[in-house]
């Protein structure tokens, strides 16, 4: 591994972790993958991404300038305590949902600097909309090193880690709702006797077309106000979801999956 590269160890090596091993620059990083026993699952992620792995990364965390926890929350207090005895200085990254900023430094040395990454299931296909937080120990060039880490998965933005609480709900949780969404379109678009390919074609292009859309910066009521004309077919069914309270549905939605989180963590 070359000096000038950034050494990152990943531990756990499951889906999330494979996708940003996929988008990182590995001119700019040194990659290195161990996890807590599945050797099988690393061997297959050395033959795919031609990264390094091993079977006891805790004897490599000397050689290690950043520390990448791709584990399920209930995994961190054991690997945080581990971490603990060995770290000296190398920032902490977690990606698991619940765990803060604030829960990382309570469980590692003082000064340790660390940072809650959370992306979202498109960071697969490198079209994530990441949030990350960082620690009271991360200064300018760490910040650098975790946005280079996580650009190749898609957008990103810094937000506290009190937001990222309150966020993970819409960044995280709600693209399951527009899946629901687009399930019950493919649904009523095959009643027209076209196939389940156009019926996916017709609905994806649909949705990802109204999503550029919104990247304008338009206000959505008024993309909205684009395609529906005063009394016209359109402004009929917006009349439905408006009668049966569709913003209402989607903020319960998302309060239920803050609540459900807060219980969890």
């Known amino acids: 591994m070359s000096i000038n590269k950034k050494h990152v160890l990943f531990i756990g090596a499951g889906r999330m972790a494979q996708a940003l091993i996929k988008g990182l620059d590995k001119n700019e990083f040194a990659i290195l993958v161990g996890n807590n026993g599945n050797e099988q699952r690393l061997r297959d992620i050395k033959e795919t991404f031609n990264v390094e792995i091993t079977t006891h990364w805790s004897q490599e965390i000397h050689k290690m300038d950043i520390i990448i926890l791709a584990l399920p929350p209930e995994s961190h207090e054991d690997i945080l305590a581990k971490l603990s005895e060995t770290i000296s200085g190398q920032i902490v990254i977690t990606v698991a949902a619940g765990i803060d900023p604030t829960y990382l430094e309570s469980r590692l040395p003082k000064g340790t600097p660390v940072a809650w990454v959370m992306p979202n299931t498109a960071a697969k296909l490198g079209k994530s909309m990441t949030l990350y937080a960082l620690g009271q120990h991360v200064n300018q060039e760490l910040q650098e090193w975790i946005e280079g880490l996580i650009c190749g998965i898609g957008e990103f933005e810094k937000v506290t880690e009190q937001q990222i609480h309150e ?93 459900k989180a807060m219980v969890q963590e």
Not at 178 to 203: D, H, N, P, W
Not at 217 to 229: H, K, W
């Open 167 to 259: 966020l993970t709900a819409v960044t995280s949780s709600a693209p399951a709702f527009i899946y629901r969404v687009a399930e019950a379109l493919e649904k009523i678009t095959l009643r027209s006797g076209v196939s389940k390919a156009q019926a996916r074609k017709l609905v994806a292009n649909m949705i990802a077309g109204s999503a550029e859309m919104l990247k304008t910066n338009v206000a959505p009521a008024e993309l909205a106000g684009e395609v529906a004309t005063p009394g016209g077919s359109t402004a009929a069914g917006l009349e439905v979801l408006d009668t049966n309270h569709l913003d209402d549905l989607l903020i319960n939605a998302i309060e239920a999956c803050r609540q």
